[in-house]
C-alpha cells in the first residue's frame, strides 16, 4: 500500500491498480466485453483506484473513457471532482471536443464535481485547438454555473490564448474588457508573455511601458520573458544586454534566467559562450536542475561532442540530478547521432519505469534509429506500442514509417498507410488547417513517388 496525495483518499493499493489496468488494456485491445469481465473482477472501487486507473490511460482516451463510464454505473459509486476532472484532462489532450463538453454538462448537474479546475481544463483545451470563441464561452459559463469570473480567471484566460501564439487575439480581448476587469502586473506579463511567443517584440515593449505608465514594476518573471523572447527573433546582442543590466540593477537573474541564456547559446552551437554562463551560474549559487543540464546535453549532441555530453550525463548522476522526459529525448538523440540503439532501448524502456510518457518525438527517434539499423521489426513494434498508448502519428512518424515499410519490400502495406495518411489530411484538425495540408502535400508526394519506384521495377 503506497500514500497517494492527489486523490483525497489516504492509501491506494498499487497492486490492484495495476490489475485493474490490465484487465481494462487487455480486454479492450482484443475488442471483447471488457464491462462484462470487468463485472466477474470483485474490483474494489475507490476515487484513489479509478484516479490511478484513468492517469495510465492520459493518451488513450477510448479506454479509458469505457472504464470511467463503467465505474460510474457501479452500486455504491460516484464521481468526484478528481476523477471527472481527470477524465475532463484526458478529452480535453485528445481533443474530443464534444465528449469533454457533455462530460462538462453532467458535471454541472452533479453541481459538487464542477470546480474552477474543469473550467481551466476546457479554456486552455479549446485555445490549445485555437478555438477562441469556445474558450470565451466557457468563461461566459462560470457565472451561470455560480464561479466568479474575476480578474484571476480573465488571466488564465489571456495566457491560455498567448501559449497559442494567439496574442492578437488575447490583446483584442484585454482591450474589450478594459471596462469590466482592471488589470495587474500578472495581466500585464501575461500579455507580454503572449506577443514574445508571437515573435512580436514591438507590442511587447509597448506593453512593458504601458506597464510602467500604470506604477507596475516588471519583476523577475516579466524580465526572463523578454529575454526569452528577445533570443527567440534572435536579438542575441539585446538578450545579453539585458541579461547584464539585471546583473547590475535587477531584478537579479534566476536558474531560470541563466537557463533561457544557455539554451539559446546552445541552440547556436556556441557552446563556449553556453559553458562559460554555465560556470558563472554554478558560481552564484545557483540552483542547477535537469532543464540547464539538457541544454547542455543536447547541444554537445548536436555539435557531435559526445565526450561532453557523456561527461554531463555523469556529472548528473554524481550531483543527484535526476532526468526529466526532455533530458530522456535529449540523451535518446545522442544515441542516435552515435548509432547506438542497444543504447536507445535502454534509455527508451528506463524514461518509462520512471514515469514519463513517451512523446510523438521520442516514438519517431526510436523509429527513425531501428530502421537505420537494420531492425525493421523493433520499428514496427514502436509504430504499434504508439497506437497502444494513444499517441497520434504526425508526418514524420509516417514518414519514417512508411520509408521502413518500403525498404522492407512491403510496398502494398506502404501504399495502405500513404491512402490512411490522405484520409488523416481531409479530416478536419479542430482549427488547424494548415496541419492537414502538410498532410496531404506530404501524402500525395509519397503516393508520387511510390507510383514511379513501382513502375519502374516492372
Known amino acids: 500500500m503506497v500514500k ?4 483525497g483518499q489516504a492509501v491506494v493499493d498499487l497492486i490492484e491498480v495495476e490489475r485493474v489496468y490490465k484487465v481494462v488494456e487487455e480486454l479492450f485491445a482484443s475488442d471483447r466485453n471488457m464491462e462484462a469481465v470487468l463485472d466477474q473482477c470483485d474490483v474494489k472501487l475507490s476515487h484513489s483506484l479509478v484516479y490511478h486507473v484513468l492517469i495510465r490511460f492520459s493518451h488513450a482516451r477510448k479506454p479509458a473513457f469505457r472504464f470511467f463510464n463503467w465505474a460510474g ?3 455504491g459509486f460516484s464521481h468526484n471532482k478528481l476523477t471527472c476532472n481527470t ?10 471536443f464534444v465528449t469533454m463538453f457533455e462530460l462538462f454538462n453532467e458535471m454541472g ?3 459538487s464535481v464542477l470546480t474552477i479546475e474543469t473550467f481551466e481544463i476546457a479554456i486552455k483545451a479549446f485555445a490549445a485547438a485555437r478555438e477562441m470563441k469556445k474558450a470565451v464561452q466557457m468563461f461566459d459559463l462560470m457565472e451561470k454555473y455560480n464561479f466568479d469570473a474575476n480578474l484571476n480567471a480573465f488571466n488564465f484566460l489571456l495566457d491560455a490564448l498567448g501559449r497559442v501564439k494567439l496574442a492578437k487575439e488575447a490583446q483584442m480581448l484585454f482591450e474589450r474588457m478594459r471596462g469590466r476587469f482592471r488589470p495587474n502586473a500578472k495581466t500585464y506579463t501575461i500579455l507580454i508573455s503572449g506577443w514574445c511567443e508571437a515573435k512580436n517584440l514591438i507590442e511587447a515593449g509597448k506593453l512593458w511601458n ?3 505608465d500604470k506604477g507596475f514594476k516588471p519583476d523577475l518573471v516579466t524580465h526572463n520573458i523578454m529575454l526569452g523572447g528577445l533570443f527567440k527573433v534572435g536579438k542575441e546582442e539585446e538578450a545579453l544586454k539585458l541579461f547584464e543590466l539585471m546583473k547590475t540593477n535587477g531584478p537579479h537573474p534566476n536558474s531560470k534566467s541563466y537557463t533561457i541564456v544557455i539554451r539559446a547559446l546552445s541552440k547556436l552551437q556556441k557552446m563556449e559562450e553556453a559553458s562559460k554562463f554555465f560556470a558563472e551560474m554554478q558560481e552564484h549559487g545557483s540552483p542547477l536542475d535537469a532543464a540547464v543540464y539538457t541544454c547542455l546535453i543536447t547541444g554537445y549532441g548536436n555539435k557531435k561532442k559526445l565526450d561532453k555530453a557523456y561527461g554531463l550525463v555523469q556529472e548528473m548522476k554524481e550531483k543527484g540530478i535526476r532526468h526529466d522526459c526532455r533530458t530522456y529525448n535529449a540523451l535518446i538523440k545522442v544515441m542516435m547521432v ?11 524502456e528506463e524514461m518509462s519505469q520512471c514515469g514519463f510518457q513517451p512523446t510523438i518525438h521520442t516514438y519517431n527517434m526510436m523509429m527513425k534509429l531501428y ?3 537494420r531492425d525493421p521489426e523493433m ?8 497506437a497502444r498508448n494513444g499517441c497520434c502519428p504526425d508526418v514524420n512518424s509516417y514518414t519514417v514509417f512508411i520509408g521502413g515499410l518500403i525498404r522492407e519490400g512491403r510496398s502494398e502495406e506502404a501504399c495502405a498507410y500513404i491512402e490512411g495518411m490522405i484520409d488523416k489530411a481531409k479530416m478536419k484538425h479542430a482549427g488547424k488547417l494548415d496541419i492537414s495540408d502538410v498532410f496531404l502535400r506530404r501524402s500525395q508526394k509519397m503516393k508520387k513517388r511510390f507510383k514511379i519506384r513501382r513502375v519502374l521495377s516492372k
Open 73 to 75: 454505473q457501479q452500486v
Open 379 to 386: 520499428g514496427f513494434a514502436i509504430w504499434d506500442q504508439m
Open 210 to 212: 504601458e506597464m510602467v
Open 4 to 7: 497517494c496525495e492527489h486523490s
Open 338 to 348: 552515435s548509432h547506438k540503439p542497444d543504447e536507445a532501448t535502454k534509455l527508451f
Open 109 to 111: 448537474k452533479m453541481g
Open 371 to 373: 530502421f537505420r539499423a
Open 87 to 96: 477524465m475532463m484532462s484526458i478529452l480535453a489532450r485528445t481533443k474530443q
